[in-house]
Each structure stands twice: as C-alpha cells, then as structure tokens.
C-alpha cells in the first residue's frame, strides 16, 4: 500500500494569512519562536528559533460532526512553500511517538484504529489503516498535547 504525507492545503492557508478566522472565528496569534516545537502544518517542518509564527485553533474536516476535532496548529507567519504530497515522513514528525487514527469517507473515527505509535513505526502503520477499505484517511496527532500533525492519505 503507497501512503503520502500531506500538509494543509495552499489555498486554506492563503485565506489565513490575507486575515482569515480561525475554526473559532478568532483571527490568528502571531508570537516569536523561542525554540523547538512549533511545527508549520503547510510545510511540514519546524518553525526555526527567532521567526514569526502564527498559532489558531484548526479543524481539518469539511463536515461538523462530533469526531471533527478542534486544536491548536502553528503555521509560519510568513509565506511558505506548502510540502509536496510524499511518501517520506515529514522532518517535523520528531517525538518519539504520535497518535494515529483512521477514519471513514463521512470523517468518522473507526473504532480500533487508533493508537500511540512509535516514530519509527508510522509509515508502517499508515499503510496498513489505508489498506482497510473502510479508512479513507488517517490523521496524525501529537501524543502529548493531541493536536493535529497532517493527513496521510492513500498515494493516487
């Protein structure tokens, strides 16, 4: 099963920066990186120490159901090129572990999907959730604070 990685999406982004509301319809934060862990969900790497940085509440689904999760994401303040649909783990994903959890085409939880997985072990796991039938993707989020990391989606 080919598996890619996909950050937020150009467009969505855009409406962010040009002073779109956020899932609370709060515009953004903007605040001055201090060190490690603020990870851009567009580009999918980690904001350097001393750039600006943007945090809003974000809502990765189309629908409003009570699975579609709100929480905190961070986003480079300045434009950034988005990341490329890939096969190859983003460099952001740097804990030791992440939660990993497939849902169905209604944006739905599948029960038993969901789990800490070791970093080593996400591509892995991915692909064996994209493999069910039922999971139209998996959702990637950080084990400790539970906010959204990416999508990983079926490769086309």
């Known amino acids: 099963m080919g598996i890619r990685f996909v950050g937020l999406a150009s467009k969505d982004v855009a409406e962010i920066h040009a002073g ?3 899932a609370y319809g709060n515009l953004p934060e903007r605040f001055i990186v201090d060190g490690p862990g603020h990870p851009c969900r567009h580009c999918l790497r980690d904001i350097a120490e001393g750039e600006a940085a943007l945090v809003l509440a974000w809502r ?4 409003r159901n009570p699975y579609a999760e709100t929480g905190p994401i961070f986003l480079c303040a300045g434009s950034c090129a988005g990341a490329e649909p890939s096969a190859d783990m983003p460099e952001m994903l740097s804990s030791a572990g992440y939660i990993l959890r497939g849902y169905d085409e ?3 939880i599948i029960y038993g999907t969901g789990g800490v997985v070791a970093r080593g072990e996400i591509v892995a796991r991915a692909g064996e959730l994209l493999a069910e039938a039922r999971v139209a993707f998996v959702d990637i989020r950080s ?3 539970n906010c959204f990391q990416c999508r990983v989606l079926r490769s086309e």
Request: glycine share 16%; aromatic share 8%.
């Open 20 to 22: 779109g509301r956020d």
């Open 60 to 63: 990765p689904f189309r629908t």
């Open 106 to 108: 209604g944006e739905r």
């Open 143 to 145: 084990a400790a604070n």
